[in-house]
């Protein structure tokens, strides 16, 4: 039967991006490498991060990704056109918001179990926060969940949260491997 591939983009966001208001190294790299693979998934979800202003998450982190604000749009780069649904994270004022599975318009679970969904590649920002909790999630779901190693970036709060988050996915189940193997 036809594995159903889908690709995850985690927050994609201009405030995540370099001049962003919590902008992550190198962020917008990527984009273009995940606009190169979109086409080759059957479905593709693209997430925001989508706080209120006042939102008890900015005791732990600079103001961002405030809905209405040009920091909670997609980068401009990234071609949404390709994307089939969209999901919105962080939306109350008590939720952090970092999994995707935590989305507030849509259970993301649910939906990718309606779609017959076999394979979940992740990629997007970021690698030790979001891209990470989305993942563990993932797997918690029980889906075989694939992180695409050079479609993700860190903000690194400590050197090296970036490569020990990626060990951790790898320890709970995840498969890494980078874009240019999805060729094969
Ligand atoms: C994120 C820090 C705070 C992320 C979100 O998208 O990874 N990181 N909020």
Not at 120 to 134: K, R, S
């Amino acid at each position: 039967m036809h594995k159903k591939r889908c690709l995850l983009i985690v927050d994609i966001q201009n405030d995540f991006c370099p001049g962003g208001l919590l902008a992550v190294a190198r962020g917008d790299e990527i984009v273009p490498r995940i606009n190169r693979i979109m086409g080759r998934f059957d479905l593709v979800v693209a997430s925001r991060d989508m706080h209120p202003a006042g939102s008890s998450h900015f005791k732990k982190w600079p103001v961002h990704c405030v809905a209405g604000t040009p920091g909670a749009d997609f980068h401009p780069g990234l071609d949404i056109n390709k994307v089939h649904c969209f999901i919105e994270k962080g939306t109350t004022l008590e939720d952090d918001g970092y999994s995707d599975f935590e989305s507030t318009n849509l259970d993301l679970a649910g939906y990718l179990g309606s779609q017959a969904v076999s394979e979940l590649f992740v990629c997007g920002l970021a690698t030790d926060y979001c891209v990470q909790a989305t993942v563990l999630d993932a797997l918690r779901h029980g889906f075989k969940t694939i992180v695409l190693a050079d479609c993700i970036r860190a903000v690194d709060v400590q050197p090296e949260d970036g490569a020990r988050a990626l060990q951790e996915m790898q320890q709970h189940g995840a498969i890494i491997i980078t874009s240019e193997q999805l060729d094969i």
